[in-house]
């Protein structure tokens, strides 16, 4: 038996930055509103035991690289190496990794992968794990293996899906369900656009500098933080003001870009200078910045005017993405 598990990338839009321990620490609490989109991670599962019996390969890993291994201190994915010592696998298993997004595009895809692989393998060995106890495991994962330095809102977002305002408290987070205003979210997705800068990166480097100038980023960060509570607001009207909407998307991003002179470079700048020209009613860089993708919101007119120039280049892109309301599936064929 084969099994298959998908679980949702995500598109930050107020908070980001403010949702580590030493602000959370600090401050009492850090707010975040993100929500989950159609560009999945994939992760495919068959027990390995035909092959650990006649050639004794224990583990077939395929993701951007493949490799094999007879036990599981060989592995070189940490990832995965992770969570299967974490959940003490210890049956032979192919694995399989793949996704929509490449990583280090701002999507959360990482965090995404960590939380499908602890999904999936809690189902296969009937292992039951609540979503807090997955979000804290996924964190404790990435920050052992891959980014000492990251935050909480990709896990959360992973595990729990949808449209949400997250309250990351000292000991605890609070989850707000926000997907009865899917409308009004509906409604910015159409006019919005999803920008590839043509450049991905690696965001321990940026979210280390960050963290190394919290000092003097301390009010940048409250003031990040205070302006969700205006989206939110927003977001809760019967009808959205999309220009309104985009202007405060553009403050938050403004006060973000202070945090760290590593978040923007003169790529990404000769689009953000694009999206300005072509009076775009707010723009932000997702992520850690650096690369990825800017999502900007737009009217129909200046919709078509920036594809049209966007397409031009042959190192950007513009994707189109819609609401995913839910998070992790898994199937089996």
């Excluded at 990338?9 to 321990?21: H, K, M, P, Q, V």
């Excluded at 959940?87 to 595009?105: H, M, W």
């Excluded at 960060?221 to 009207?237: A, M």
């Excluded at 009613?281 to 900007?296: E, N, Q, R, S």
Aim: net charge positive.
């Amino acid at each position: 038996m084969i099994s298959f598990c998908k679980t949702p990338c995500r598109i930050s839009l107020f908070g980001g930055g403010t949702d580590y321990e030493k602000f959370i620490n600090l401050h009492g609490e850090s707010n975040v509103i993100n929500f989950t989109i159609n560009k999945y991670v994939y992760t495919i599962a068959k027990e390995n035991i035909d092959n650990f019996n006649i050639y004794n390969e224990k583990y077939r890993l395929n993701y951007y690289n493949s490799e094999i291994s007879k036990n599981i201190n060989q592995i070189k994915n940490k990832i995965i190496k992770s969570v299967l010592i974490n959940l003490k696998i210890s049956e032979p298993y192919y694995i399989s990794l793949f996704s929509d997004v490449a990583s280090g595009t701002g999507l959360g895809s990482s965090s995404a992968f960590i939380v499908n692989l602890l999904r999936l393998f809690c189902k296969l060995k009937k292992i039951n794990m609540s979503d807090s106890k997955i979000f804290n495991l996924a964190i404790k994962i990435e920050r052992e293996t891959i980014n000492p330095h990251v935050g909480l809102q990709d896990h959360a977002s992973a595990v729990f899906g949808g449209f949400n305002h997250f309250v990351f408290k000292k000991k605890n987070i609070q989850v707000n369900n926000l997907n009865n205003y899917k409308k009004n979210l509906n409604y910015i997705l159409k006019n919005s656009l999803l920008i590839w800068t043509g450049l991905s990166r690696d965001s321990k480097k940026i979210l280390k500098n960050q963290k190394k100038n919290y000092k003097k980023n301390y009010l940048y960060l409250k003031n990040i933080n205070n302006i969700v509570f205006t989206g939110i607001d927003e977001i809760r009207k019967k009808n959205i003001n999309l220009q309104y909407f985009g202007k405060i998307v553009t403050e938050s991003f403004y006060l973000k870009n202070n945090l760290s002179n590593l978040i923007t470079n003169s790529k990404m700048n000769d689009i953000l200078q694009l999206v300005k020209n072509n009076k775009s009613y707010g723009y932000k860089i997702l992520g850690a910045g650096g690369g990825g993708f800017v999502f900007c919101i737009v009217n129909k007119v200046q919709k078509k005017n920036i594809i049209e120039k966007i397409r031009k280049s042959n190192r950007n892109a513009v994707v189109d993405v819609q609401f995913e309301a839910g998070s992790t599936k898994i199937g089996e064929f």
